[in-house]
């Protein structure tokens, strides 16, 4: 059975998965590349950077689970860039070059039209105007077993949440104060009770902790 | 030479450091009971309910450091009690009973005179009318060389915060979400920026997650 998966998102200590001000330069806002430290010091993230090296431990264990299994992403438009409005005739084309490191469909949220932009290694980025249960269908269908990624940013996210529509979310708490920026759960709870996630697992490498939430009640245990 | 410490201070994964609705039934809010959970399962939780067991390891150190070297507490009113305004004849002599676990001076914030209420083992309450800056200078001239406590609650850490006066805080992470409270980190820093501090500290149990950050730039080692 597909999940909607939350993976490898880094929230700072005070709350903030971006920093303010996001920008060409400060994509994920002031201060926010913090946020990241810990997930391009892996063997993963290093190999996204044709490196052959990096943290083999704990946390690479969670980026690699992150990437596992997973048969589309869905995220926000300014996650997957820093242009806002209508798209021009030579657009931004996404942060991760000819070849990003999806390797499945990826349906951007938008209010603009924009065909299709398929690159190199199976990315193919589809941009959806008419919402997050419409942009859900279409990679319910695209990933058919496999899980979807709500990939982010923290609006994207909470839209999802609210909707009650997150199977699974697995948050890297960083241990930085931000002190501004885009607080992932402000208003996740509009009616002010909890959320209805219960931690499953709770584990600290020296650079970052592990929190994996299930929608409660557990389900019963999958191998990973 | 004396510092100010935050210690044990229990905080949500969604950043609460007390649910909502404080009451007599619910002293740290609705569902805020969750966050101490951790705590009176250590040895030195137990220790204070006179039981004699208990979680003996990271959990219970961290406990015990937290306890150690003090030589005065200061606390809000609203940690002190359920009652607000004007003290009545027969006032609320606070949650901890004849034999409170302090054993030195503790000076409660609080806009009500009130004379010292001088209860056993060397705990005394003071009531202070002049705010957190007379109070820390009464708390310093107490404590001596030993170190003081900022005991809690969230309004009362945040205005010593924003004071820059508070030295060293240790976290506990509970990986609950309370969805609403009082957030530890609201407005700790008003011009948007960092607070000001670096983590030196991150490990986790499999119930709750230690933090310990201090003002920057870090001091050098003391044991512990």
Do not use: K
Not at 99 to 106: A, G, M, N, R
Not at 132 to 142: D, F
Not at 191 to 207: I, K, N, R
Request: glycine share 16%.
């Amino acid at each position: 059975m597909s999940r909607v998966r939350v993976n490898n998102f880094s929230v700072s200590l005070d709350g903030y998965g971006a920093g303010p001000r996001q920008s060409l330069d400060n994509p994920l806002g002031v201060g926010g590349h913090r946020l990241h430290d810990w997930l391009f010091a892996t063997r993963g993230g290093r190999a996204l950077m044709g490196h052959d090296d990096g943290e083999d431990g704990l946390d690479n264990r969670f980026f690699q689970a992150g990437e596992d299994g997973l048969g589309a992403t869905i995220m926000g438009r300014n996650m997957f860039g820093p242009s806002r409005g209508p798209w021009p005739a030579d657009p931004w084309n996404g942060w991760w070059g000819q070849d990003p490191p999806f390797h499945h469909p990826v349906f951007v949220l938008t209010s603009h039209a924009r065909p299709p932009l398929r690159l190199a290694g199976g990315t193919t980025f589809h941009f959806v105007q008419d919402g997050i249960h419409a942009a859900l269908e279409r990679a319910r269908e695209a990933a058919g077993e496999r899980d979807i990624r709500i990939g982010g940013g923290v609006h994207t996210i909470q839209q999802y949440l609210r909707a009650g529509l997150i199977d699974e979310m697995h948050l890297a708490l960083v241990p930085v104060l931000l002190g501004d920026g885009e607080r992932l759960f402000a208003g996740a709870s509009p009616g002010g009770g909890p959320p209805g996630y219960d931690c499953v697992e709770l584990v600290s490498s020296p650079a970052v902790v592990h929190v994996r939430l299930c929608r409660a009640p557990v389900p019963a245990a999958r191998p990973r």
